[in-house]
């Protein structure tokens, strides 16, 4: 499958990871979706929680490095070269961890190829 055709949903784990050390694993996944070599999906629900795990103190206190201006031109970068769903409907209920179901609907709206998790 050529780089271009891969359509990957990124758990919040590894766009902290990512922004964090750009030169770890999940570094390497933001990189080859700015520069376009897969295709990020995001969705309003997924990009809120980016959004609100990133703003938590505890992550703040633990990556002091991620400041906030330098996190907003990132995920504002990611979202100019995903595509966006702003709404998606609820197909099923995933009582494991009710937190993922956004992440697996945008997966099944989007026809991702990849999903990339990293648990804690």
Same mark, same amino acid.
């Given at each position: 499958?050529? *780089?271009?055709?891969?359509?990957?949903?990124? #758990?919040?784990?590894?766009?902290?990871?990512?922004?964090?050390?750009?030169?770890?694993?999940?570094?390497?996944?933001?990189?080859?979706?700015?520069?376009?070599?897969?295709?990020?999906?995001? &969705?309003?629900?997924?990009? #809120?929680?980016?959004?609100?795990?990133?703003?938590? *103190?505890?992550?703040?206190?633990?990556? *002091?490095?991620?400041?906030?201006?330098?996190?907003?031109?990132?995920?504002?970068?990611?979202?100019?070269? &995903?595509?966006?769903?702003?709404?998606?409907?609820?197909?099923? &209920?995933? *009582?494991?961890?009710?937190? #993922?179901?956004?992440?697996?609907?945008?997966?099944? =709206?989007?026809?991702? =190829?990849?999903?990339?998790?990293?648990?804690?």
């Amino acid at each position: 499958m050529p *780089p271009s055709q891969y359509r990957i949903v990124l #758990d919040t784990n590894i766009v902290i990871r990512g922004f964090v050390n750009r030169r770890s694993a999940s570094g390497e996944i933001l990189m080859a979706c700015e520069q376009r070599r897969a295709i990020p999906l995001l &969705s309003k629900p997924v990009l #809120d929680e980016y959004r609100s795990i990133i703003r938590r *103190p505890a992550i703040v206190q633990r990556y *002091p490095e991620l400041k906030r201006t330098e996190v907003e031109v990132s995920l504002e970068r990611l979202l100019y070269v &995903s595509d966006f769903y702003g709404s998606i409907p609820r197909r099923f &209920s995933f *009582p494991r961890d009710p937190k #993922d179901a956004p992440f697996l609907e945008l997966a099944i =709206t989007g026809r991702a =190829t990849h999903l990339y998790y990293r648990g804690q």
